[in-house]
């Protein structure tokens, strides 16, 4: 079992950036692959970025393609999703998720999940 915890969420202009982390307790985390997902008002969750156990190459949606980038320091048990060029179609809460198995882009594939953190972006 692993439990996630999101920080890194604030208001931000468009065109600017922003850092989101996900803190992992357990230590199995490198065992885990790891998404973002976000949820915007009125709307469903959706995939965003995800990154296999050992690192490898990244997973990202069409809309954050080029803007964002998803890493993970196992020794930390962490991921970070670095977020540039925000627009405000972006505003949503973000949630980290582990998957024990294969990864998908469908949220009821996801195991684990954390509470969520809200990135607001301004025009």
């Known amino acids: 079992q692993v439990q996630l915890v999101e920080s890194g969420g604030g208001l931000v202009q468009a065109g600017g950036s922003l850092r989101l982390s996900c803190a992992a307790s357990?230590?199995?985390?490198?065992?885990?692959?790891i998404g973002w997902f976000r949820q915007a008002p009125g709307k469903e969750r959706e995939f965003v970025a995800a990154i296999r156990r050992s690192g490898g190459v990244p997973n990202y949606a069409d809309s954050v393609k080029g803007r964002f980038t998803i890493s993970r320091d196992n020794a930390k048990n962490t991921v970070y999703l670095q977020m540039n060029s925000l627009h405000p179609e972006d505003t949503a809460v973000y949630y980290c998720?582990?998957?024990?198995?294969?990864?998908?882009?469908?949220?009821?594939?996801?195991?684990?999940w954390g509470q969520g953190t809200q990135v607001t972006v301004s025009s």
């Open positions: 998720a582990a998957e024990s198995g294969l990864w998908s882009t469908a949220v009821q594939a996801w195991d684990y």
């Open positions: 357990g230590r199995t985390f490198s065992s885990y692959i």
